[in-house]
């Protein structure tokens, strides 16, 4: 690759400006750090999303200091997520109160992802939007930098260290032979969104049958968020999205029904394959962030969590790093570890469900069970993202919810 110029220097370089790499930037650029964050969208731009966003996403954007900036914006905040079964059954994952309310955040991706990546800017981090990351610089130490392509002009952009928050398929995790194999079958997520739905309820909606899920998120005054997955295979044999779309609502009735009464405002938007892993989030001179670290599936909607969250821990150990003048592996390597120790449990959790995802049957065993079980309550405030996951995993409290 012919490189045109050396760009200016900066201390850390953020591949992609969706919530992960904002944040980031946006921390990092408080702590006078000199960052450039480079999207080669611009922005507002779409973003396959059921918008349904935990209450541990509100608690971030609080943290992050942009909670009344997104608070302007058109949003909805709900009480909890409603599974609806196969066979019918309902229950509300209602988020308890620790003593505070905890409600979700629907919100667009567009206006969301928009204010976050203005809110860098504000604090100082450059916007190169409209630039290509077309691979990653790498000296004998690792990341050095990002080569960024821009209408034909291809840019060195030298950096002591690389973020690497270029979501699912990132080429950042790629480059650095960081991105490791799936485990999961291909799926793919279709998204839309509805308007004049007549009424929209205080909570979001989750459907399941077999072979697909569908998710539908109020956003405030008439309009909804309608988000399935199926598996990219089904997909690809009913005849591509807008056929499968058609199927989906023959699946799960109780979503036609409600789309009935509302008007289509949106084409579908997708992504496949959903899921993204990666060997370890860092190497010398880079650290990944986001998606670009790993992405199961959107069925618990902790993706932007754990992008807010995942920024807090980057940026914390990247200003480290940075006044050391060490962004070795060695040194990025307690990322890794902060990762775990803020992630692992949920992950499990996460994975357990994806089991009644894979057999929806399972659920109209469990709807009835959590009905009536106190312990759904930390339940619900572990899968909305503010209190620990590894207390619903015990095994005696596993045993209290479910047990016949
Ligand atoms: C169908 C679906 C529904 C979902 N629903 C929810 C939900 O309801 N709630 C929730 O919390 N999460 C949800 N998620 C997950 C959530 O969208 C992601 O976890 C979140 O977007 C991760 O943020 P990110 O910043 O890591 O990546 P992204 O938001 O994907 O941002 C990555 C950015 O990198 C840019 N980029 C990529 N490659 C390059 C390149 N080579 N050069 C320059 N720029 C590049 C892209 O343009 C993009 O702006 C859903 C995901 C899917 C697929």
Same mark, same amino acid.
């Given at each position: 690759?012919?490189?045109?110029? /050396?760009?200016?220097?900066?201390?850390?370089?953020?591949?992609?400006?969706?919530?992960?790499?904002?944040?980031?930037?946006?921390?990092? $650029?408080?702590?006078?750090?000199?960052?450039?964050?480079? *999207?080669?969208?611009?922005? =507002? !731009?779409? #973003?396959?999303?059921?918008?349904?966003?935990?209450?541990?996403?509100?608690?971030? &954007?609080?943290?992050?200091?942009?909670?009344?900036?997104?608070?302007?914006?058109?949003?909805?905040?709900?009480?909890?997520?409603?599974?609806?079964?196969?066979?019918?059954?309902?229950?509300? +994952?209602?988020?308890?109160?620790?003593?505070?309310?905890?409600?979700?955040?629907?919100?667009?991706?567009?206006?969301?992802? $928009?204010?976050?990546?203005?809110?860098?800017?504000?604090?100082?981090?450059?916007?190169?939007?409209?630039?290509?990351?077309?691979?990653? /610089?790498?000296?004998? #130490?690792?990341?050095?930098?990002?080569?960024?392509?821009?209408?034909?002009?291809?840019?060195?952009?030298?950096?002591?260290?690389?973020?690497?928050?270029?979501?699912? !398929?990132?080429?950042?995790?790629?480059?650095?032979?960081?991105?490791?194999?799936?485990?999961?079958?291909? !799926?793919?997520?279709?998204?839309?969104?509805?308007?004049?739905?007549?009424?929209?309820?205080?909570?979001?909606?989750?459907?399941?049958?077999?072979?697909?899920?569908?998710?539908?998120?109020?956003?405030?005054?008439?309009?909804?968020?309608?988000?399935?997955?199926?598996? +990219?295979?089904?997909?690809?044999?009913?005849?591509?999205?807008?056929?499968?779309?058609?199927?989906?609502?023959?699946?799960?009735?109780?979503?036609?029904?409600?789309?009935?009464?509302?008007?289509?405002?949106?084409?579908?938007?997708?992504?496949?394959?959903?899921?993204?892993?990666?060997?370890?989030?860092?190497?010398?001179?880079?650290? &990944?962030?986001? *998606?670009?670290?790993?992405?199961?599936?959107?069925?618990?909607?902790?993706?932007?969590?754990?992008?807010?969250?995942? $920024?807090? &821990?980057?940026?914390?150990?990247?200003?480290?790093?940075?006044?050391?003048?060490?962004?070795?592996?060695?040194? &990025?390597?307690?990322?890794?570890?902060?990762?775990?120790?803020?992630?692992?449990? #949920?992950?499990?959790?996460?994975?357990?469900?994806?089991?009644?995802?894979?057999?929806?049957?399972?659920? *109209?065993?469990?709807? =009835?069970?959590?009905?009536?079980? =106190?312990?759904?309550?930390?339940?619900?405030?572990?899968?909305? *993202?503010?209190?620990?996951?590894?207390?619903?995993? $015990? =095994?005696?409290?596993?045993?209290?919810?479910?047990?016949?």
């Amino acid at each position: 690759m012919t490189v045109a110029g /050396v760009g200016k220097r900066f201390d850390v370089v953020v591949a992609g400006g969706g919530p992960a790499g904002a944040a980031t930037a946006l921390l990092l $650029a408080r702590a006078g750090v000199v960052v450039a964050v480079v *999207d080669r969208a611009h922005f =507002p !731009r779409p #973003k396959a999303c059921a918008e349904y966003f935990s209450p541990g996403v509100v608690d971030a &954007l609080q943290r992050l200091g942009v909670w009344s900036r997104v608070a302007s914006l058109p949003h909805a905040r709900l009480r909890g997520m409603e599974l609806v079964g196969p066979g019918g059954g309902r229950h509300l +994952v209602a988020y308890p109160d620790d003593p505070r309310p905890h409600r979700s955040l629907t919100v667009r991706r567009d206006l969301l992802d $928009a204010t976050l990546l203005e809110q860098a800017g504000k604090a100082g981090a450059t916007l190169l939007l409209g630039h290509a990351v077309r691979d990653v /610089v790498r000296h004998s #130490k690792g990341a050095a930098g990002l080569i960024v392509q821009d209408s034909g002009t291809t840019t060195e952009l030298a950096a002591h260290l690389v973020i690497g928050a270029d979501g699912v !398929r990132s080429l950042v995790a790629r480059r650095l032979g960081l991105a490791a194999p799936p485990r999961w079958p291909a !799926r793919l997520g279709l998204v839309t969104h509805y308007e004049h739905i007549s009424s929209p309820c205080d909570h979001g909606e989750m459907h399941l049958a077999h072979g697909v899920y569908c998710g539908l998120a109020p956003l405030g005054n008439g309009a909804m968020n309608v988000g399935f997955v199926t598996s +990219v295979a089904s997909a690809q044999r009913l005849g591509g999205a807008e056929a499968a779309f058609r199927w989906m609502q023959t699946q799960l009735p109780a979503v036609a029904h409600t789309l009935r009464g509302g008007g289509r405002a949106g084409k579908l938007l997708g992504i496949a394959p959903l899921a993204q892993r990666c060997s370890r989030p860092y190497a010398g001179g880079a650290l &990944l962030v986001g *998606d670009a670290a790993g992405f199961l599936d959107p069925f618990t909607g902790e993706g932007v969590f754990r992008a807010l969250r995942g $920024a807090e &821990l980057a940026a914390g150990v990247a200003l480290r790093a940075l006044e050391r003048g060490d962004t070795s592996a060695q040194a &990025l390597a307690p990322y890794a570890a902060l990762r775990r120790r803020a992630f692992a449990a #949920k992950d499990c959790l996460c994975l357990l469900i994806q089991a009644f995802v894979a057999a929806p049957r399972l659920l *109209d065993y469990a709807i =009835p069970r959590l009905n009536r079980r =106190p312990e759904a309550g930390p339940l619900a405030a572990a899968l909305g *993202d503010y209190q620990p996951a590894a207390r619903v995993l $015990a =095994p005696a409290m596993l045993w209290k919810l479910l047990a016949p």
